[in-house]
């Protein structure tokens, strides 16, 4: 029997949720039945068969006492052809893979999901009914877009069924739908205690999906520290476990300037931290393309004409670097940024963003000009301006933009810039230009309903890094205790609960919803680096990555509860630990074995 997804939420109040799929499917119906499913279950894409064996790939027998349980397990050696001349085979091939890794290597056991001591488990020797096919049909041909898409462009739904017969069948416009769907597929299922067997237990599954926003980011900050690509990388995994599908790079400040540009070698000679914390051409290829093999895609930023600090590698083309004290020309320290009005400054960035856009290019359709905390005062000290009036200045940054913006369209690329290029400097973007909102205050919907493309990084909401105190140090004397008990700007941490809580679109006229494109949590890096960064980014990214995937409003458009919701949670914590991307715990062990009215707050 199927029950909806209405009755499937009144049920799991249990402590065993019906499907604990993370982000939550637009509507999804399951049943209660136990099916099976090992590696020899066949694969089609298109009536063709997709697992086949790579020379780098090999079955091993993972051998068992009882030999009944014998297991074939594949080792995963898919690695796709370099692109950027992306086939969707090649994509749908790793997505099958990942998948078949993540059930079947990676496997979630889930007892700390369950109450203690019970027996959550079927019965090994049940093991008749399996999953003997998947049968992956795409209805329509991907283009060049589909693996560089515009916001909106790019059909991500997918429609899977499970049924009781033991096949499987996945629908999608797009390869990237395939991906979201095997996602899915993946987290139908857990494995056995003993590790031979892994089985699903609400089959039937009717499942029909696609997201709501279609921009669902993270910002990886990589100036402030910086993270070898293998961090990268695995960010790039959590993304694509939680249906999200951008990584935008700040990739260059005034603290360190990584991103090497071989027409300029000294940017990294004199602005990286050291001479191995770099990217390469080659690192900057290979994160684009695997980005595009997992349905994400890598939009860079090099911020200006503010927060940038090349002093020392080509001087004379930036004011401010390093000044004291800091509070006149920027928000924290170093200060730097490009003068304006400068030829000079214009006859770099031709030969920086030609060096850098025809490269990115073929994998991406944006490129991020950055323009936050831009301030007049720099322009005080540039000895050609002596002014920080800033009705003088306007036109001086708008040909500065337009210089910039210019080159991004082009490189055939759409650009991105933060909102106070436009809210606070009146500037004009070019056509279909996206704002990046992050000073909350109705700015999104202030810029929405003005007719631009938004996304929503409102640090009340999204700043990951918020809420855990000041890292800049205090001076002796008086502020000590001004400013005691030393908490940063924009306190306090985002929880999941506030994270869940917000939608980029309330309060939006609703003309001006579709404008609002989605959202990215930033995750500034000031005081994160990769011994801590999985932990700072998850879950809670993927709880915004919830919300702009299904909303926060369930069908009958009541707010999710967190009984319903947190549950879920744990689990897609669990599951993504057991994928390498080591999450923040959200509650206590023992709430994650009961029920969650067991573990509810008190009314006051
Ligand atoms: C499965 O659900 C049906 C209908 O709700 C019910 O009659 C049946 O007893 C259930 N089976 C099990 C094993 O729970
Ligand atoms: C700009 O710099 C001057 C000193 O030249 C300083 O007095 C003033 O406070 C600064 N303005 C801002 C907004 O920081
Ligand atoms: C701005 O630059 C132009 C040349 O590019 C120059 O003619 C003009 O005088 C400059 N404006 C100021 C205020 O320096
Ligand atoms: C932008 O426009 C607003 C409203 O017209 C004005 O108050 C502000 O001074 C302008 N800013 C600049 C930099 O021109
Ligand atoms: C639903 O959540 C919003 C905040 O996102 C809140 O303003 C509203 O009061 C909630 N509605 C109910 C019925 O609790």
Same mark, same amino acid.
């Given at each position: ?9 009144? %049920? ?47 079955? #091993?027998?993972?051998? $068992? ?6 297991? #074939? ?7 796709? !052809? ?19 890794? $993540? ?6 056991? !889930?007892? +700390? ?46 429609? #899977? ?16 739908? @395939? ?42 900050? @990589?100036?402030?520290?910086?993270? !070898? ?14 249906? +999200? ?18 027409? %300029? ?11 191995? %914390? ?29 927060? @940038? ?9 930036? @004011? ?5 004290? =800091? ?30 856009? $025809? ?26 301006? *002596? ?43 070019? *056509? ?29 909401? =999204? ?33 999941? /609960? ?42 809670? $990214? ?25 549950? /879920? ?7 993504? #630990? ?27």
């Amino acid at each position: 029997m199927l029950s909806s997804v209405l009755k499937a939420a009144a %049920l799991a109040l249990a402590v065993t949720p019906a499907s604990a799929i993370w982000p939550i499917p637009k509507t999804i119906s399951t049943g209660n039945s136990t099916l099976f499913i090992d590696q020899t279950v066949a694969v089609t894409y298109n009536g063709k068969p997709v697992r086949k064996f790579h020379p780098d790939s090999h079955f #091993l027998y993972q051998v $068992a006492k009882d030999s009944i349980y014998a297991q #074939l397990t594949y080792a995963v050696g898919y690695t796709p !052809p370099p692109g950027p001349n992306f086939k969707s085979s090649d994509i749908v091939q790793g997505g099958v893979e990942r998948a078949f890794s $993540a059930i079947f290597q990676d496997g979630l056991v !889930p007892w +700390m999901l369950r109450e203690r001591g019970s027996d959550f488990e079927p019965k090994q020797r049940d093991d008749t009914k399996r999953i003997a096919k998947l049968t992956i049909t795409q209805t329509e041909e991907d283009d060049e877009s589909t693996f560089k898409p515009v916001a909106g462009s790019l059909d991500e739904s997918y429609s #899977l069924k499970v049924g009781l017969d033991g096949e499987a069948t996945l629908k999608a416009a797009s390869s990237t739908g @395939v991906l979201r769907g095997l996602e899915t597929f993946s987290q139908l299922f857990y494995k056995h205690s003993s590790g031979l067997t892994f089985y699903t237990q609400h089959a039937p599954y009717d499942i029909e999906d696609e997201p709501l926003y279609p921009h669902r980011g993270i910002l990886m900050d @990589v100036s402030r520290h910086w993270f !070898p690509l293998e961090d990268i990388k695995r960010q790039i995994d959590g993304l694509a476990m939680n249906k +999200m599908n951008v990584l935008h790079l700040h990739i260059t400040d005034t603290q360190s300037w990584p991103l090497e540009v071989p027409s %300029l070698p000294k940017l990294t000679e004199k602005g990286a931290y050291a001479p191995h %914390l770099t990217f390469s051409p080659a690192d900057i290829q290979d994160l684009y393309e695997y980005g595009v093999h997992r349905g994400v895609q890598v939009i860079m930023e090099i911020d200006m004409p503010g927060h @940038v600090g090349i002093d020392q590698a080509y001087p004379g083309l930036t @004011v401010a670097f390093n000044k004291q004290p =800091y509070q006149w020309y920027c928000a924290q320290p170093p200060c730097g940024s490009f003068k304006l009005n400068n030829t000079d400054v214009e006859d770099f960035l031709d030969t920086l963003l030609d060096d850098i856009l $025809a490269r990115i290019s073929p994998y991406t359709a944006y490129f991020h000009t950055g323009g936050d905390e831009y301030k007049a005062n720099n322009s005080l000290i540039d000895p050609a301006l *002596e002014t920080n009036d800033v009705q003088i200045l306007q036109p001086m940054l708008q040909r500065f933009l337009t210089h910039v913006h210019d080159k991004v369209v082009e490189h055939g690329l759409t650009p991105f810039v933060w909102e106070e290029m436009v809210l606070e400097w009146n500037a004009t973007v070019p *056509e279909g230009a996206v704002i990046q909102s992050w000073l909350g205050e109705g700015a999104v919907k202030e810029l929405a309903e003005n007719g631009h493309k938004v996304v929503d990084s409102s640090y009340n909401f =999204y700043y990951l890094d918020c809420g855990r105190g000041q890292w800049l140090d205090f001076p002796n004397g008086k502020s000590w205790q001004t400013f005691y008990p030393f908490t940063d700007w924009c306190q306090p941490t985002k929880s999941w /609960r506030l994270i869940y809580s917000h939608d980029p679109r309330d309060g939006v006229a609703d003309e001006a919803k579709k404008n609002v494109i989605g959202g990215e949590c930033p995750v500034w890096a000031e005081t994160i680096d990769p011994a801590t960064l999985d932990g700072l980014v998850w879950p809670r $990214a993927g709880v915004a990555g919830e919300v702009w995937w299904s909303g926060n409003v369930d069908a009958q458009g009541n707010n999710r509860t967190h009984y319903e919701v947190r549950p /879920r949670l744990s689990e897609q914590r669990e599951r993504m #630990l057991t994928r390498g991307v080591k999450g923040s715990v959200i509650t206590q062990q023992w709430c994650d074995m009961n029920k969650p009215e067991d573990c509810g707050h008190m009314e006051q």
